[in-house]
């Protein structure tokens, strides 16, 4: 069974200042990856996916996640955040050969984005 | 477009009564999942269903709870004898034929006094 692993809990940053979140997976299978954020009381937005091709993917603001089989890392980055970061952001993983379509999700960053 | 929707929000019930819980995913999307959010944790799995077909349980997935689609369209998720331990956000999300993203609803959120 998959899992995934963010070590970070939470990760205090000033504004416009850079930031990683770390997301590790425990197996080297064919995976397929994704970013979730979620706001206070909300569900989940799907902030970034990696299927296939590239190794580095983005978002429309300005956050990009690379996936390093070897590794086995999906660390998000964002050169400069703003305030409206502040969320929390789940990293999960979708075995691509199992015929399954669950998630397993990591237990979660949350991000603080300080003024 | 309308997203994922779920009804109600928010559930306060007592100890030992039944709940039931609607989804209604995006028009179109054939696979739908249900999943729980516990205070300080990520989503967990909870079954997933593609069209009517159930196809997946999770073991997290108790004799207490029964999830149908009955139409291939909208989904009840029903717990029985709620425990306070079944306190969660309960999470609904859907995927289209053609991809594997899912995509979530806002959650329903139990709170068992």
């Known amino acids: ?115 | 477009d309308t997203g994922v929707s779920q009804d109600p929000r928010h559930k306060i019930t007592k100890r030992g009564q039944n709940v039931t819980f609607r989804c209604d995913p995006i028009s179109e999307h054939n696979r739908l999942y249900w999943y729980r959010q516990t205070l300080g944790q990520g989503p967990e799995f909870l079954t997933y269903f593609q069209n009517e077909a159930q196809l997946e349980k999770s073991r997290l997935l108790s004799d207490r709870f029964s999830a149908e689609r009955p139409k291939g369209s909208f989904s009840t998720l029903e717990i029985q004898r709620t425990e306070q331990g079944d306190s969660a956000m309960y999470l609904c999300a859907s995927s289209p034929r053609d991809g594997v993203e899912a995509f979530f609803g806002q959650g329903t959120r139990l709170t068992v006094v």
């Open chain 1, 1 to 115: 069974a998959q899992s995934v692993t963010q070590l970070d809990s939470q990760v205090p940053v000033f504004e416009e200042a850079p930031v990683e979140l770390r997301c590790n997976y425990s197996s080297s299978v064919s995976v397929y990856l994704f970013w979730y954020v979620q706001y206070p009381n909300q569900g989940l937005q799907l902030l970034l996916k990696y299927l296939s091709g590239s190794t580095l993917v983005e978002s429309i603001n300005g956050f990009e996640a690379e996936f390093n089989k070897s590794q086995t890392s999906f660390h998000l980055r964002k050169p400069s955040v703003h305030i409206s970061d502040t969320a929390e952001y789940f990293c999960a993983v979708m075995d691509s050969g199992a015929g399954s379509y669950q998630l397993t999700f990591g237990k979660g960053t949350k991000l603080s984005v300080i003024p």
